[in-house]
């Protein structure tokens, strides 16, 4: 019994867009840049926080220098009472400033993994993907700034152990994380700069080993500001690891401190930070 012949399928020109091999031969829409950055931010700083599952030695060791400046230095100026700090302990005055030293060592030498990276080809493959250079130094600054935070997280538990009285406050602890995660992307960013313009590991070194003394000593994290004399103090001013030890005081241990203007100035550095460190990134690859 002959039925009624069944309605061919419209032709392929007739099918509706989004069906079939349609979803083969047209690209999906491009996503807005405003989506696509911080998903690459994010994506990078992961793959660098994957590293220290295969080597967490860096961050045992890293955790050496703090605990002799805070159980030496600390301890011995504490009975010394050499230094004005009005009226708070030594110690105490003296481990937030041991958080931010910290915290700078491990960023300021965040340059020699990226030539690392150049040497071995893997920073020319990042390159000639669609992430843009400002998510790739975004990333990696912010990398940086959670492995500070672990570094930070070990100080405090060293403070606490020597009686440092320091608040437990769970907002002013979010801040302290902020102000940690920005002081260390500013010093990542600057080392990876440099490592733009020097190229080599072995000059990073020196360069990094010749600044962060003069960072740590022209800022507040072993004395206040007004027993500097007047040509430190402009120095001071002008550095941000200064800001970054006042806010940390100030959430740490209630003392006054420059909250919005610390914080202020700890963004700005962090965002012309990666706008250098960005710029010269190619000149790495080349």
């Known amino acids: 019994m002959s039925g009624v012949p069944a309605t ?40 660098e926080l994957q590293k220290l599952r295969h080597d967490r ?25 050499a230094i004005p700090t009005n009226g708070v302990p030594y110690l ?9 030293q910290s915290t700078m060592f491990i960023a300021i030498f965040y340059g020699i993994q990226i030539i690392w990276e150049r040497d071995s080809g893997v920073l020319t493959k990042l390159l000639v993907t669609p992430t843009p250079r400002s998510a790739l130094v975004t990333g990696k600054a912010f990398a940086a700034g959670v492995k500070a935070v672990i570094q930070a997280v070990v100080v405090i538990a060293i403070a606490a152990l020597l009686g440092v009285a320091m608040t437990w406050n769970p907002l002013r602890l979010a801040g302290v994380i902020v102000v940690v995660v920005l002081g260390s992307a500013f010093f990542s960013c600057l080392s990876m700069s440099i490592a733009g313009i020097v190229l080599t590991r072995d000059r990073l070194m020196g360069i990094g080993q010749a600044i962060t003394m003069p960072l740590f000593f022209a800022s507040n994290a072993l004395y206040p ?12 001013t002008v550095n941000p690891l200064s800001y970054q030890v006042d806010a940390l005081r100030g959430l740490l241990l209630g003392t006054p401190a420059h909250l919005p203007l610390d914080a202020a100035v700890l963004l700005a550095a962090a965002v012309l930070g990666i706008a250098a460190a960005s710029r010269l990134l190619r000149r790495l690859a080349r």
């Open 8 to 47: 061919p399928p419209p032709a392929s020109a007739d099918r509706p867009r989004g069906t079939g091999l349609d979803l083969l031969t047209t690209p999906p829409p491009e996503r807005a840049r405003w989506r696509v950055l911080p998903a690459r931010v994010v994506a990078m700083c992961v793959v």
């Open 225 to 236: 500001t007004t027993a500097m004399p007047a040509w430190l103090q402009a120095i001071s």
């Open 92 to 100: 105490d005055y003296l481990a937030p400033g041991i958080i931010a």
């Open 57 to 81: 030695t860096e961050l045992y060791t890293r955790a050496i220098q703090p605990a002799l400046w805070l159980l030496v230095f600390g301890e011995t100026f504490t009975r010394i009472q």
